[in-house]
T-cell receptor, first 114, second 112 residues
Framework: AQSVTQPDIHITVSEGASLELRCNYS??????LFWYVQSPGQGLQLLLK??????LVQGIKGFEAEFKRSQSSFNLRKPSVHWSDAAEYFC????????????FGAGTILRVKS | DVKVTQSSRYLVKRTGEKVFLECVQD?????MFWYRQDPGLGLRLIYF???????EKGDIPEGYSVSREKKERFSLILESASTNQTSMYLC???????????FGNGTRLTVT
């Protein structure tokens, strides 16, 4: 069965520091990969997605993610974190074979300290 | 811009009550989903629908049912609410698998 693992429940970084949020997946098919962000009291917003092609994808708000098939990973990165990036981040995975269903990770809560 | 509207932001119900959570979308999308979100568990799929009157079970359908009588409306039903169904419920819609999910703002349900 497909699964998505976000190993870090909480991460705290200083404002201006770099950030990497980890995501590993277990899928029997070629995956579609997404990162969503949820700010406190808000709905989920898409940051970026990977379907095919260049394995380094750029998203909104200065985020990027790299798909590494050999490691079954899709880690999210940002070179310099802003206080407004404090939120919960979800990795999600889908596949053509599973229709339009997505499986979400448990989420990583990002805290930013000034 | 796609709009997904969940009828209630907060809901408090008693154990054993029948509960209806409503979701309406305005973009003519065929695919609609109900997730529940719990701390440390992320989003878990309850049910989804890919067309009117069509539905499929997700990963945690027990205790829930759904209704899709019109394309724009997807209802989640708790036949007899229980305290372990206290959660945040999120409705989502998507055009196709290459498109992002569009989420409603959620309904926080408390069952006492």
């Amino acid at each position: 069965a497909q699964s998505v693992t976000q190993p870090d429940i909480h991460i705290t970084v200083s404002e201006g520091a770099s950030l990497e949020l980890r995501c590993n997946y277990s899928y029997g098919a070629t995956p579609y990969l997404f990162w969503y962000v949820q700010s406190p009291g808000q709905g989920l917003q898409l940051l970026l997605k990977y379907f095919s092609g260049d394995t380094l994808v750029q998203g909104i708000k200065g985020f990027e993610a790299e798909f590494k098939r050999s490691q079954s990973s899709f880690n999210l990165r940002k070179p310099s974190v802003h206080w407004s990036d404090a939120a919960e981040y979800f990795c999600a995975v889908g596949a053509k074979e599973y229709g339009n269903k997505l499986v979400f990770g448990a989420g990583t809560i990002l805290r930013v300290k000034s | 811009d796609v709009k997904v509207t969940q009828s209630s932001r907060y809901l408090v119900k008693r154990t054993g009550e029948k509960v209806f959570l409503e979701c309406v979308q305005d973009m003519d999308h065929e695919n609609m989903f109900w997730y529940r979100q719990d701390p440390g568990l992320g989003l878990r799929l309850i049910y989804f629908s890919y067309d009117v009157k069509m539905k499929e079970k997700g990963d945690i359908p027990e205790g829930y049912s759904v209704s899709r009588e019109k394309k724009e409306r997807f209802s989640l039903i708790l036949e007899s609410a229980s305290t372990n169904q206290t959660s945040m419920y999120l409705c989502a819609t998507v055009r196709d698998r290459s498109s992002p999910l569009h989420f409603g703002n959620g309904t926080r349900l408390t069952v006492t």
